[in-house]
C-alpha cells in the first residue's frame, strides 16, 4: 500500500507546505485509492510537517507553494514531492495515479527579493492564505 498527502482544505489543494492546518491522506492499492482520511497538523509548521509525514508513512506529498528548507525536509525523509498544485485534492491524486498530474518540478516558496509571488500563481500576502506576507518561507 502506498499513501499520498495532500495539503488539503476546504476540498481542495492548500497553497502554502508550511501553513496547511491539514493533509488529506489517500491510501493507494493496485493504483486505486482505497481509503482517505483528513488529519490535522496541530500547528507544526515547516520542517516538522516533513517528520509529520514520514511517521504517517507517506511516500508522496502534493502541495502548492512550498520552500526549500520543507523540500529538502522532505527528500530527507524519501518523500517525493509534487508542488505548484491547486484545484481539487481528490483529482490532483486521480491524475498523479493516471500519469497526467500537472505539477511544477521547480515550485518554490521563497519569498527573498522574489516579491512575494509564488510559481503556483498566488501571493503568499494574501490573507485567505493565512501567510503572513514576507514571514512566509
Given at each position: ?65 512550498i520552500g ?20 481539487s485534492a ?13 505539477y511544477n ?33
Open positions: 500500500m502506498m499513501k499520498i498527502a495532500v495539503t488539503y482544505e476546504h476540498g481542495n489543494v492548500f497553497p502554502h507546505f508550511g501553513h496547511t492546518e491539514q493533509f488529506k491522506i489517500f491510501e493507494v492499492e493496485d493504483g486505486k485509492i482505497v481509503g482517505s482520511q483528513v488529519v490535522d497538523t496541530n500547528g507544526s509548521g515547516h520542517g516538522a510537517l516533513a517528520g509529520m509525514l514520514s511517521a504517517l508513512n507517506v511516500e508522496v506529498l502534493i502541495c502548492g507553494g526549500a528548507g520543507a523540500q529538502n525536509a522532505l527528500g530527507e525523509a524519501g518523500i517525493r514531492l509534487y508542488g505548484g498544485v491547486s484545484g481528490d483529482e490532483a491524486v486521480d491524475a498523479l495515479l493516471g500519469g497526467n498530474l500537472a518540478p521547480d515550485v518554490r516558496c521563497d519569498h527573498h527579493g522574489e516579491g512575494h509571488h509564488h510559481g503556483s500563481g498566488h501571493s503568499c500576502g494574501e490573507d485567505k492564505h493565512g501567510c503572513p506576507g514576507s514571514g512566509c518561507h
